[in-house]
């Protein structure tokens, strides 16, 4: 058989291959191209950004995101509930729903600024978390069960009147006037607000309960 021949049929040149090598070969070329060119590194030397502070180090993903405050509906004005500081919130809503929570610049107090528990907030609502109904563990039990809240507070109220009348104490060893109890002591908590402590501090002074405490005051 000779050459340029098949079964002693002529062949062909076959231009439609070399096209496509040749059109594989320039996608190739071009994918390779935008490989390098999206590499940090490249950019930074190209832009003169060798320490890379600028646009040359941001990638498409980044180049794409935007503040979540964008696609809120509307800003709150509020208060950190946390410690007796006082700073100011800027609370962004969407659809009814808490999408961020900020600092307000316009805050003499905070000045914009919020510490980790005021700037994780947001939380406080939203949490997987959260629970929405009483848990009461009954001495030695081993599980949680719910009451209603009226049950609950019923419950509380019955037990304070009962520890304060079995324990009141009109004069101290010295035998000057003390009326107090010392078998009851209040810890608050750090998600109170000023007026809730207020009127805790007030409750606890007309029972008189001596022992109180918060565990974030200033």
Same mark, same amino acid.
């Given at each position: 058989?000779?050459?340029?021949?098949?079964?002693?049929?002529?062949?062909?040149?076959?231009?439609?291959?070399?096209?496509?090598?040749?059109?594989?070969?320039?996608?190739? !070329? /071009?994918?390779?191209?935008? @490989?390098?060119?999206?590499?940090?590194?490249?950019?930074?030397?190209? =832009? %003169? *950004? #060798?320490?890379?502070?600028?646009?040359?180090?941001?990638?498409?993903?980044?180049?794409?995101?935007?503040?979540?405050?964008?696609?809120?509906?509307?800003?709150?004005?509020?208060?950190?509930?946390?410690? !007796? /500081?006082?700073?100011?919130? @800027?609370?962004?809503?969407?659809?009814?729903?808490?999408?961020?929570? =900020? %600092? *307000? #610049?316009?805050?003499?107090?905070?000045?914009?600024?919020?510490?980790?528990?005021?700037?994780?907030?947001?939380?406080?609502?939203?949490?997987?978390?959260?629970?929405?109904?009483?848990?009461?563990?009954?001495?030695?039990?081993?599980?949680?069960?719910?009451?209603?809240?009226?049950?609950?507070?019923?419950?509380?109220?019955?037990?304070?009147?009962?520890?304060?009348?079995?324990?009141?104490?009109?004069?101290?060893?010295?035998?000057?006037?003390?009326?107090?109890?010392?078998?009851?002591?209040?810890?608050?908590?750090?998600?109170?607000?000023?007026?809730?402590?207020?009127?805790?501090?007030?409750?606890?002074?007309?029972?008189?309960?001596?022992?109180?405490?918060?565990?974030?005051?200033?």
């Amino acid at each position: 058989m000779s050459p340029g021949t098949l079964g002693g049929a002529p062949l062909e040149p076959c231009k439609g291959f070399r096209f496509v090598v040749s059109r594989r070969w320039k996608k190739g !070329a /071009v994918s390779f191209s935008k @490989l390098i060119e999206s590499w940090p590194v490249v950019r930074q030397l190209r =832009e %003169g *950004d #060798p320490l890379g502070l600028g646009r040359a180090v941001r990638s498409e993903r980044s180049r794409t995101l935007t503040p979540r405050i964008d696609e809120a509906d509307e800003v709150a004005h509020s208060i950190c509930p946390y410690c !007796a /500081v006082g700073c100011a919130q @800027l609370v962004y809503v969407k659809d009814g729903e808490i999408v961020q929570i =900020e %600092g *307000d #610049p316009a805050s003499p107090v905070s000045r914009g600024r919020l510490c980790p528990k005021g700037a994780a907030s947001q939380n406080y609502v939203q949490s997987p978390l959260r629970e929405y109904k009483v848990k009461y563990r009954r001495p030695y039990g081993n599980a949680w069960e719910e009451l209603s809240l009226d049950e609950a507070m019923d419950m509380i109220a019955d037990r304070v009147v009962h520890t304060r009348e079995e324990n009141w104490q009109q004069e101290n060893g010295q035998g000057d006037p003390a009326r107090r109890t010392l078998a009851i002591g209040n810890l608050g908590g750090a998600t109170l607000d000023n007026e809730e402590n207020y009127l805790i501090k007030k409750l606890m002074t007309a029972l008189g309960v001596v022992q109180v405490e918060n565990q974030a005051r200033i």
